[in-house]
């Protein structure tokens, strides 16, 4: 017998750039990664780790980690330049998957309270997004503790991110939010479908949200954490989100008080309470808006 990958006391798969990597312009193109990390240490602390420019029909399959050691968003999906072939500029009809991102280090300064593991700063329309694990904080070997550094997991910002599908294993360690739709009531961010395993905001934060939205027609599907009082609400609308549908897995320390806060009552939000059978709504609901999302169930509240 024997050892294929001999343990040789250093890991040949860790490539450290100092500068961001950038995906220009590209159509009808395939990237393929396997089995590595980039732990990107750009000069230029503010720049991420990669930039992904205008792309249409991109297959983009990365099966390794990127780590980050900036103090900006690690990864930015943000089209500046127009497609080669059609003039335009965006992010659409294509696929992305990075298996882990982490937000190891906030060398030279201080983390931006914008900062994203995952920023979204340009249209967006009709693709899929694959995140196996979001981790935004640093991890010291030698005194065994981790520290929260990134403040959001996924930022969208206000621009026309459209019907695009989310698939996401876990968000966790991060300061403001798991999942931020737009910043503002100007945020035109609709028609979105996220799919997460967990979402986790950092234990040292009693004012994060596990999702905070300011956008029309999107579907949340999340389980999260508040065992800690680590978190004001898993869920917040303000007065832009119109007909967010938020179903929210049951959890281990998650409880009903904290499920919901500002806005939600007024915009058609439902939530699935972890046991079967049992749906909750807002006071002012009537009965007739559950049987509209084709759940042919009776109302315990509000009817």
């Known amino acids: 017998a024997f050892n294929i990958y001999p343990n040789t006391g250093s890991d040949v798969g860790v490539i450290t750039p100092t500068q961001t990597i950038t995906i220009p312009p590209c159509q009808n193109r395939s990237f393929t990664f396997k089995s590595i990390t980039l732990d990107v240490r750009p000069a230029i602390t503010t720049e991420p780790a990669i930039r992904f420019d205008s792309c249409m029909m991109v297959d983009f399959d990365f099966r390794g980690q990127i780590g980050y050691g900036g103090i900006g968003n690690a990864v930015e999906f943000n089209g500046r330049t127009r497609l080669p072939y059609d003039a335009q500029v965006a992010i659409v ?6 298996d882990s991102i982490a937000y190891i280090s ?5 983390v931006a309270t914008d900062s994203a593991l995952v920023h979204f700063k340009s249209d967006c329309h009709r693709n899929t997004f694959s995140f196996n694990e979001l981790n935004g904080s640093g991890f010291d070997a030698t005194t065994q503790t981790v520290t929260p550094l990134c403040y ?14 989310f698939n996401v294993g ?9 999942i931020q739709i737009g910043t503002s009531t100007a945020a035109a961010v609709k028609g979105n479908d996220f799919r997460v395993g967990l979402i986790e905001c950092s234990e040292a934060s009693t004012t994060a949200y596990a999702v905070n939205s300011y956008g029309q027609y999107n579907k949340f599907d999340f389980s999260t954490n508040n065992a ?10 303000h007065t832009s989100t119109v007909k967010g ?20 009552n007024a915009h058609k939000t439902y939530i699935w309470n972890g046991t079967e059978g049992e749906l909750l709504t807002p006071t002012n609901r009537v009965g007739k808006l559950i049987y509209d999302v084709g759940l042919n169930l009776t109302p315990t509240a509000g009817a």
């Open 93 to 98: 009809d294509s696929h992305f998957r990075i």
């Open 106 to 110: 906030n060398q030279g300064g201080t």
């Open 152 to 165: 959001n997991g996924i930022l969208l910002g206000n621009y026309g991110i459209i019907d695009n599908l």
């Open 170 to 178: 876990s968000i966790h360690h991060v300061n403001t939010s798991g």
């Open 228 to 237: 800690a009082g680590d978190f004001e609400a898993a869920y917040k609308g």
């Open 245 to 264: 549908y938020v179903i929210i897995r049951k959890c281990e320390g998650n409880t009903a008080t904290a499920e919901f806060t500002t806005g939600h």
